[in-house]
């Protein structure tokens, strides 16, 4: 079983339009979770991180169930410019806190 | 500030031959890693190092060795390269703070290609 897994899309959806994206991950021990987007043959740059009680920037909310082991991200009003693939990052358990796992990524496409 | 840089950008070997890749980094971090990243599954460990002088295996070492001798650089070698090799290589670097919410910086990738 991967150690995360993501929907890989693509999502096609309009400008100004609210889309959500979930991942799942395996290890109930990891303890840090992020989203990074990824632009076409380019390096992943972080986007956000997850924490407990969710959080918010901007346009972007990122939520966190521990009990069902799973991040979402939630992209409002979205953008041309947010056209990317987002990727769920999560760490190892214990005594692997350092190393961390990567989903394969969900492909987002906004149109005019 | 570069950041992470990496050399080579791109390269083409053939079966067999053998490469260093070079990471490195202005931030003074003392974590970091190489990743590669193939079509469909996403960025998979090499190896990593928490520090100058160590080193530990990720989920894909066979074939790979590392060398953390200075706190900025991290080198990815390849003995005798594979087809299986062919791949999108990432380093990246990472602060040492508690807890692990700190960010991981990526280099821009190495486009590896082995015939």
């Known amino acids: 079983r991967k150690e995360v897994e993501q929907d890989p899309g693509p999502f096609n959806v309009p400008e100004g339009a609210t889309v959500a994206f979930n991942c799942t991950y395996s290890?109930?021990?990891?303890?840090?979770f992020f989203w990074y987007r990824q632009d076409c043959r380019k390096e992943p740059k972080l986007l956000m991180s997850?924490?407990?009680s969710g959080n918010e920037d901007g346009r972007f909310t990122a939520q966190l169930n521990r009990a069902s082991q799973y991040i979402s991200l939630l992209i409002r009003d979205s953008k041309l410019s947010d056209s990317a693939t987002y990727l769920c990052?999560?760490?190892?358990?214990?005594?692997?806190?350092?190393?961390?796992?990567f989903g394969s990524g969900t492909k987002l496409n906004v149109k005019p | 500030n570069a950041g992470v840089t990496q050399t080579p950008k791109f390269r083409v070997l053939k079966t067999g031959q053998s490469m260093t890749l070079l990471c490195a980094q202005d931030?003074?971090?003392?974590?970091m890693y190489w990743y590669r990243q193939d079509p469909g599954m996403g960025l998979r460990l090499i190896h990593y190092?928490?520090?100058?002088?160590?080193?530990a295996k990720g989920e894909v070492p066979d074939g790979y060795n590392v060398s953390r001798l200075k706190k900025q650089n991290f080198l990815l070698g390849l003995e005798s390269a594979a087809p299986s090799q062919t791949s999108v290589y990432f380093c990246?670097?990472?602060?040492?703070?508690?807890?692990?919410?700190?960010?991981?910086?990526f280099g821009p990738g190495t486009r590896l290609t082995v015939l």
């Open positions: 990246a670097s990472r602060e040492r703070l508690a807890g692990a919410f700190n960010e991981q910086f």
């Open positions: 290890n109930s021990a990891s303890q840090s």
């Open positions: 997850v924490y407990s």
């Open positions: 990052v999560v760490n190892g358990g214990v005594g692997n806190f350092n190393k961390f796992y």
């Open positions: 931030m003074n971090h003392e974590y």
């Open positions: 190092s928490v520090g100058e002088g160590t080193t």
